[in-house]
């Protein structure tokens, strides 16, 4: 049969189909969104996306960060266990709460319209309040997962896609009991904060570059070098590392260094790695992604036509 070509949708929506179930989600490249759900009406230090979650999806992207608080006091009436979706220590949306049950149920539909594919989802705790010893991941367990095992994949290791097509994988960006360290995803708790990606984590699994504090935008071109140094790495070391790399940065207090401004300025420097490079990038994590429909998605997708089952799929 004749492969849809990758520029359609429908191609990236599927895009990971086309693998074989032994291929391990570290050997691929991967385009993610950062602060994922914050695309509604927010104020402009706030908001990181255009597309929705669904969108984001239908488009390729397959790493979604989700940061997660207690319900602000206003909403608290509404929002009963639930959690909220926020960006630091602000709601993703000015006119309503975002609830986590709501951004969930977006992934859980998509893939189950699309079962040859599988979603990291990030999950960190942010927000104004306070949090005691493993408190979310008693919410989260309770009111999200427990009763929902069976669309997650839970294990603290790298799966091969054939194990969680169909699934999210939980990446884990919260403590939690000694006791559920073997069933609560993988761990991801522990990088630098600020990290420009020379250190390994997690017994060198785990591979990140998140220099995500600009101190002025002159910061910016240092931000994009640490991108394209870290895809370097990506391509060169072992493929059982994860590679993790925000393209990503802002200043809340500086507004040419906020998110849509430098996705504009990081853009060029992104796209000139991506033609350094060979082989895998790893996992980008980007804002604004869908610039030039799209484009960077696919350009990172198509790095991964080596590991096709047939190199025209992709």
Known sequence: MCPVPLTSNHSLAEWMSVFEDSVSLSALSIPGTHNSAAHHLSFPSVRCQRASIKKQLDNGIRFLDLRLSKPYTTFCTSFGNDLQVVHGAFPVALLHPVKLSRVLGIVFEFLSAHPGETIIVSLKNEGPFSWAPNELSAMLWDGYIQQAQHKWFLEPRIPQLGEARGKAILFRRFGCPDDKRDTFGFPASSWRYNTTGEDTVNGQLLAVQDFCEL??????????????????????????????????ASNFWNPYCWPKDVAKAVRSGVDDALKKTKGRCGILIMDFPDNDNWVIVQNVVARNNILSRNASDV
């Open 215 to 248: 101190p002025t935008s002159n910061a910016i071109k240092e931000k994009a070098l640490y991108v394209e140094l870290h895809m370097m790495r990506a391509s060169q070391m072992s493929p059982n590392t994860l590679f993790v790399n925000f393209t990503t």
